[in-house]
Every structure is written in structure tokens, then in C-alpha cells.
């Protein structure tokens, strides 16, 4: 009954959005609600009423630069066991993936949480065992967890975790992709609130709402920003109010502090955004790879690393095309042979859309013709 009554509801919603002859342009920064957009078709939907939906920088593994990737490959080629997320295992390097490096007898082993690679760890006590750490705040707790609870001297840390404001911060900056509004992720402000999103609003006038990852969450959330925006307000509004607070999770946000402290980083597709990397601080240096095995990663440092020849992810996540606006997308760069981390992760758009849109993208039907 509960799921006839939120049919009904988005109906309602949607048909009294189409009304409103809109014109607008929404960013989001989650893979996951990426994916409910495009399996439920709600991303035509919204467009076809005049809601144009781009994906931002909202998938980790995407956002990882092939800088982090050739570390971890190179920890590999030094002997060194590396733990990974699956969608991390085929994130393509400047020449090669994790896989790559397995095929050629390193040693990566594919783990579901940090938990699994640190009961490896305590298995082999012969092998130094690095975890990369991948994810934004969703995935900080966990990483700072086990740090905090005294991990074996065989277990180490390649934090490649990241902050989500900056991010953003970053688009708003660029002024490449002018937003009308911002659907924030849901898990992501579960840990941090709503206010490290309010600067935001404040200081770009954007509105921004905290959405939830099902169908309806989104509908209401695009009227949410509607009419914020009819109302000239820009502000930060809470949909997802089952789970988000506005003061977050604080044990968690305590956590992550005792661990992680903000420094200068560079993602792909970005420069440098300020304070939006978390470093591993200096009393868990022992159990960081970037600076426990810095002798190794020095051989590194000076190297200028490129990303794959005509891959076009840096543009897609930074909002500014479409998945099939690359002349890769679905020929040369396919799930099974990916030419960029986009059509790798889960929560990559070009996964995404070619796993639920290739038809139409194979036919070169553009859907919003």
C-alpha cells in the first residue's frame, strides 16, 4: 500500500512540475542517486520538463587521480600486498590497473570493508599489507576506526578519502556549469549535517537540498529546489530527514577528527582544491603507506602523470557534458575494457548510463533529442 501511495504522490508532483514550463539545471554529487536516476528514467523525465540533472563529483573512484593509482600500483610492483574495493581494481592508471599488476603476479586482494583487509593482515604477518582507502565521508569512519584500535605493524593506510564541500566549492568557483541547484548526497551529510553545506548557498547563491536515494526522495527534492528557487531563496533544506540531522553525526565527525586533518589536493578533472584531502595525522604514521614507504613513493614524486588518452571523465565530473558527449563512450571504452575510472565504478555516470541507457547510446540515439 505504502509504495501505491508514493506512486501517487510523485505523479502529483511530477505532473504539477510540468506545469511550470521550467528551465533550470540541477547538479547532484552522488553515483548513487546517479543510479536511481537513470534505472527509474527519471533523469528524461526531468529533462523533458525542462530540469536538466548533471552528476558531479560524487563518485570516489572517479574522482581518484591517476597519480594515486600508479602509487598504489608501484606499492604492488615493491612487494606489497594491496587491498582494494572491487571498483577499484580496474581504475585505470596512466598505463594499467590494480588487475593489471595481479596479472602480472603482484599481489591485490579484492576486500568488502577495511575489516576484511585487516583480518588478512593479521593473517600473514609476513606481508606488509596497505588498504587503500578510497570514499568521502561515508567511508572515513571505518578507515579512522581501525586506525584508532591499534592495527597490526603489517597493516597500513593509502588514504585517499576526500571531503565533498570543497568539491563543490570547486564547481561554484569554475563557473563553468551554471547551477540553479544542488541535490546533496544523503549518506555523505548523514555523518556531516547540513551546515558544512551552508556556506554554499551563502556565498553563491545556489539553493540545496539533502536528498534520500529513492525515486520519490529525488522527486522531492527537485520540488524542494523549485521552489526555493520561485521564492528566490538560497538556502539548505533537509528531505532526507528520516536519517540526516543538521548537527550530523557527531561521534563519527569526532572520529574522523582524531584521525584525518584537511589538507590541499588535487582530484581529477580539478586543480588543487583547498583543504579537501585527509591525511592520516602524524601520531598513525606508523600505519600510513604515503609516509612509511615514502623512500619507495619518492621514485614517484617528480613524475607528471596523465590521464588516459581521449578520456573526457575530468569534464563528466565536473558536470560539464553528458557520458555520451565522449566519442569513447560505449566503442573504444566499455565495461569490459574501460578506458577511464567513469566507466569503472558502480557510481560512475558511464557505467551507469551504459548499463541502463547502451541501447539507445550504441544506436547513437541521443535521448534528449
Known amino acids: 500500500m505504502e509504495i501505491f501511495r508514493d506512486r501517487e504522490l510523485a505523479s502529483r508532483i511530477i505532473k504539477y512540475l510540468k506545469e511550470k514550463s521550467l528551465n533550470i539545471r540541477v547538479m547532484h554529487v552522488c553515483g548513487t542517486h546517479q543510479d536511481t536516476l537513470v534505472r527509474n528514467g527519471l533523469d528524461e523525465i526531468f529533462f523533458n520538463m525542462g530540469i536538466d540533472v548533471r552528476e558531479g563529483p560524487g563518485c570516489p573512484v572517479c574522482v581518484t587521480t591517476t597519480r594515486e593509482i600508479e602509487y598504489a600500483k608501484y606499492l604492488v610492483r615493491n612487494g606489497k600486498t594491496v587491498a582494494v574495493f572491487g ?40 606481508e606488509d599489507v596497505v588498504f587503500i582507502g578510497v570514499g568521502f565521508e561515508t567511508t572515513m569512519p571505518s578507515t579512522a576506526v581501525t586506525l584508532l ?24 568557483e569554475m ?92 582530484w581529477r578533472g580539478f586543480p588543487v582544491l583547498e583543504k579537501s584531502g585527509m591525511k592520516i595525522r602524524e601520531k598513525f604514521s606508523s600505519h600510513d603507506a604515503e609516509k612509511f614507504f615514502q623512500d619507495i613513493l619518492s621514485d614517484l ?23 555520451w558527449d565522449c566519442p569513447l563512450f560505449g566503442k573504444i571504452c566499455r565495461p569490459e575494457s574501460p578506458v577511464g575510472p567513469c566507466m569503472v565504478s558502480s557510481e560512475g555516470a558511464c557505467a551507469i548510463e551504459y548499463k541502463y541507457g547502451k541501447m539507445k547510446r550504441l544506436k547513437g540515439v541521443n535521448k534528449y533529442a
Request: net charge negative; with cysteine.
Open 87 to 126: 571498483d577499484m581494481l580496474r581504475a585505470p592508471g596512466q598505463k594499467g590497473s590494480l588487475e593489471t599488476e595481479r596479472g602480472n603476479g603482484g599481489k591485490v586482494i579484492i576486500v568488502y570493508s577495511i575489516e576484511d583487509a585487516l583480518k588478512y593482515a593479521k593473517g600473514h604477518s609476513d
Open 149 to 172: 584500535n591499534g592495527p597490526p605493524e603489517n597493516f597500513f593506510v593509502l588514504s585517499t578519502h576526500r571531503l565533498t564541500p570543497p568539491a563543490v566549492r570547486g564547481i561554484a
Open 175 to 266: 563557473g563553468r556549469v551554471m547551477l540553479d541547484g544542488i541535490i546533496l548526497p544523503g549518506h555523505v551529510s548523514a555523518i556531516i549535517g547540513s551546515e558544512p553545506w551552508e556556506f554554499i548557498s551563502r556565498d553563491y547563491k545556489i539553493p540545496q537540498v539533502i536528498a534520500g536515494f529513492e525515486p520519490l526522495d529525488l522527486i522531492m527534492g527537485i520540488l524542494m529546489l523549485v521552489k526555493q528557487i520561485e521564492k528566490k531563496e538560497s538556502k539548505v533544506e533537509i528531505e532526507y530527514s528520516r536519517v540526516v540531522k543538521k548537527e550530523g553525526n557527531l561521534k563519527a565527525k569526532k572520529i574522523i577528527e582524531d584521525v584525518f586533518e584537511p589538507v590541499d589536493i588535487e
Open 301 to 323: 614524486v617528480n613524475i607528471e602523470f596523465r590521464d588516459p588518452p581521449g578520456c573526457r571523465c575530468g569534464e563528466l565530473i565536473r558536470g560539464e557534458i553528458y557520458p
